[in-house]
């Protein structure tokens, strides 16, 4: 089902629906956001995204300039995991792009997208598509791709889960698979395949690269980037499995997605990411109005957690104790 429903009002005018959106938000959500809210002050904003973006790579820089100075001192490994969760909460943007809600410009939403897929060696093309299908089919299994790596139900899966191993092992054979002209997946409209191709080949390309350049002596991208993105994938993992894991499967987004409460400092570096299910209901509102709507929905959804802290905690636990459905009653 296409969506093409517009809401309007007098002072502007926001597209809160696309083929990101559910049938679930377009049938019984979609006109209660379209009551509540205040629609001139969803509209995209290039300033709001160019201030993220701007402040984003200046923690970089910074990060960046601390980890130059640890070499050969005791602080080497805390600033490499520094460095490393500075690089990957670029997967935020990276989100934020793909739903082309970052910035009002099309343009800059796509150059941005395709600049931060390569930074995490997820090209974006493939991404939108696969991000595209998650949406429309959350949490639906068969349909639902992120589905497709099964959450972890003991501890030990856990733990390697978090290693973030199975994340690189199938990231090098996707891209591998893709940089070959094997692309699977019947969420890539055929007339993407050769740009999925080519992106594949570049981020192998940057990733070989970097390689040969540091064994050649040349390590600026293998310690600034590649070995810190080695050190902080973990740290994302940690960050996306509070999203779905334990939730309804369902289509229901009051149930199967978790917004997990955080302090400001994490909202400001994954771009709002933790106010999810927000995010599911109306993925066309811009990050930097979804604590908006998520004092406007609050009251509605029946998953929600205290904290990243608080839902590893009961996550753990309940795998420990052998549940079946591990924190689904976390709220």
């Known amino acids: 089902m296409r969506a093409s429903k517009e809401c309007c009002h007098a002072e502007g005018i926001v597209r809160l629906t696309n083929d990101f959106c559910s049938k679930h938000c377009l049938d019984t959500l979609f006109p209660r956001i379209c009551l509540m809210t205040p629609l ?7 300033a709001q995204g160019g201030l993220a973006l701007t402040g984003h790579l200046g923690v970089l820089l910074a990060s960046s300039w601390g980890l130059s100075i640890a070499w050969n001192t005791a602080w080497l490994l805390p600033m490499l995991i520094v460095q490393g969760v500075v690089w990957v909460s670029f997967f935020a943007c990276l989100h934020e792009t793909v ?7 099309r343009k800059w939403n796509d150059r941005i997208a395709t600049l931060c897929g390569f930074a995490l060696l997820i090209p974006a093309t493939h991404f939108r598509r696969f991000h595209n299908a998650h949406h429309r089919h959350p949490q639906i299994s068969g349909k639902d791709p992120e589905l497709s790596a099964p959450k972890p139900q003991t501890l030990a899966q856990y733990v390697c889960w978090v290693s973030a191993l199975p994340f690189w092992k199938d990231r090098l054979l996707e891209l591998s698979r893709h940089a070959q002209g094997d692309i ?7 007339q993407e395949h050769r740009q999925v191709v080519r992106e594949a080949r570049i981020a192998l390309g940057l990733l070989g690269g970097s390689l040969v350049w540091g064994m050649l002596g040349w390590s600026g991208l293998l310690c600034y980037w590649l070995l810190p993105l080695l050190f902080g994938q973990p740290f994302l993992r940690l960050f996306l499995l ?28 994954m771009w709002n990411m933790p106010y999810h299910a927000e995010h599911h209901v109306c993925p066309q509102v811009p990050f930097h109005q979804l604590p908006q709507l998520h004092g406007q929905l609050k009251s509605r959804w029946q998953v929600v957690a205290s904290g990243y802290r608080a839902f590893h905690r009961d996550l753990v636990s309940d795998l420990n104790s052998g549940s079946s459905h591990p924190v689904r009653s976390v709220g």
């Open 99 to 105: 739903h082309r809600t970052a910035f009002q410009s």
């Open 242 to 269: 509070a999203e779905h894991t334990g939730c309804e499967e369902s289509t229901n987004p009051e149930a199967n997605t978790r917004t997990t409460l955080s302090n400001r400092w994490v909202r400001w570096l």
């Open 40 to 46: 001139f002050k969803l509209n995209y904003s290039n």
């Open 184 to 190: 699977r997946d019947d969420f890539v409209p055929e």
